[in-house]
T-cell receptor, first 114, second 114 residues
Framework: NAGVMQNPRHLVRRRGQEARLRCSPVKGHSHVYWYRQLPEEGLKFMVYLQKENIIDESGMPKERFSAEFPKEGPSILRIQQVVRGDSAAYFC????????????FGDGTRLSIL | AQSVTQLDSHVSVSEGTPVLLRCNYSSSYSPSLFWYVQHPNKGLQLLLKYTSAATLVKGINGFEAEFKKSETSFHLTKPSAHMSDAAEYFCVVSLNTGGFKTIFGAGTRLFVKA
């Protein structure tokens, strides 16, 4: 299966720890998007990256959150000093070209904060 | 301002009966429209897309949607529901503004009764 791969699928952290979420896009896709989904809600856009560049981070909280998509390797969403409110499902999507091309989604990382 | 409204948070149908999931959008620009389906603990899967070609769009698994500009609607239909259709459905708008803007509806949970 050459789809979007996210790991880990489930991540448990204590308040104050760091969370690192990884996303490997579909082979050949250079556009990556991160979304957050709270229970019973739709997806909320966080950040859009294209190899080594952040194109749009208008949905990212100003503090504690960062994202990167290096030339080699997966895209990383990093949350520092996690708080209970960070508990959510985080989805990564990729596309070959920029939107409005359809996005291919991973199965998500469920982050739980104790 | 751009927005997407899914008019029903829950829809319940009997197996073999038609499905109608309603979506209205608001956009100052020419939008591209998508429907995605999400099964429990999974990522989103593209059902169909409208990108200014034919207004009646056919997707996977027997779903189709009609773009009605005068009504700013993009309702999803299926003639006969199957038990496997039970899932969450998201209407999505991507705006062709040159920048990145993808907006998700809040979702409609489809229940299918035997």
């Amino acid at each position: 299966n050459a789809g979007v791969m996210q790991n880990p699928r489930h991540l448990v952290r204590r308040r104050g720890q760091e969370a690192r979420l990884r996303c490997s896009p579909v082979k050949g896709h250079s556009h990556v998007y991160w979304y957050r989904q709270l229970p019973e809600e739709g997806l909320k856009f966080m950040v859009y990256l294209q190899k080594e560049n952040i194109i749009d981070e208008s949905g990212m909280p100003k503090e504690r959150f960062s994202a990167e998509f290096p030339k080699e390797g997966p895209s990383i969403l990093r949350i520092q000093q996690v708080v209970r409110g960070d508990s959510a499902a985080y989805f990564c999507a990729s596309s070959r070209d920029r939107v409005p091309q359809p996005q291919h989604f991973g199965d998500g990382t469920r982050l739980s904060i104790l | 301002a751009q927005s997407v409204t899914q008019l029903d948070s829950h829809v319940s149908v009997s197996e073999g009966t038609p499905v109608l999931l309603r979506c209205n959008y608001s956009s100052s620009y020419s939008p591209s429209l998508f429907w995605y389906v999400q099964h429990p603990n999974k990522g989103l899967q593209l059902l169909l897309k409208y990108t200014s070609a034919a207004t009646l769009v056919k997707g996977i698994n027997g779903f189709e949607a009609e773009f009605k500009k005068s009504e700013t609607s993009f309702h999803l239909t299926k003639p006969s529901a199957h038990m496997s259709d039970a899932a969450e459905y998201f209407c999505v708008v991507s705006l062709n503004t040159g920048g990145f803007k993808t907006i998700f509806g809040a979702g409609t949970r489809l229940f299918v009764k035997a």
